[in-house]
């Protein structure tokens, strides 16, 4: 049996801000999820926008308590209901799309599978992934890979200036195409690896 994962100091963070939620009841966070649904709604967001960050353990608090299973209140007008379970379709677009897919709000798992995004758009994020995968991985090279650079920290600062780009690229071409076929869509606005912040990325 596998330890549990240590708790991360954002983990503990993200947990102390979620404490506001608990005290609410189901039909009143059923109605705060729908009505912030609708502010979301036809846009493309930041992961890291506060508005985002709330609904985000809003959601996470729903799916603990299974608000929208018990059909308290109606998914909200032009979202549908997510495969993975069965909360309004709000989903992620991340770095590991091509092996992830787009990412559910609510339960964290894989709420639309790549193979199952339309050919323009798989044809368009395949792309963009493998442009961004190389770069990425100078964060994970091994001490033998990194002896041969003559500066790694000149090839990690070069990897982090080209991913800010790419970032904002995939803001710009990909997520838009997504926009397309969902209400609402999150993009990862950050690179931890490769130390990019979301304040980095220039739209």
Known sequence: MSEPKEESPLDRLW??????????????????????????????????HPLVGAYRLAAQLAHERQVWLKRLVNIPAGYTAAACCRAPLLPLFTRDVTESGLICQHC?????????????????????????????????????????????DAAFEDAAQQVERLLADAAHDCVPLLLEHYPAVIWEDQDECLEVRPEDIVL
Do not use: I, M
Request: charged fraction near 35%.
């Open 15 to 48: 947990k102390e801000y979620g404490v506001a939620f608990r005290d609410v009841d189901d039909l009143t966070l059923a109605r705060w999820c729908a009505q912030t649904l609708g502010q979301l709604h036809g846009r493309a967001w930041r992961l890291s």
């Open 108 to 152: 964290g798992e894989t709420s639309v599978p790549f193979e199952e995004l339309p050919t323009d758009v798989r044809d368009r994020l395949s792309r963009w992934a493998d442009q961004y995968r190389p770069v990425h991985e100078v964060a994970h090279w091994d001490d033998k890979r990194r002896k041969k650079t003559r500066d790694y």
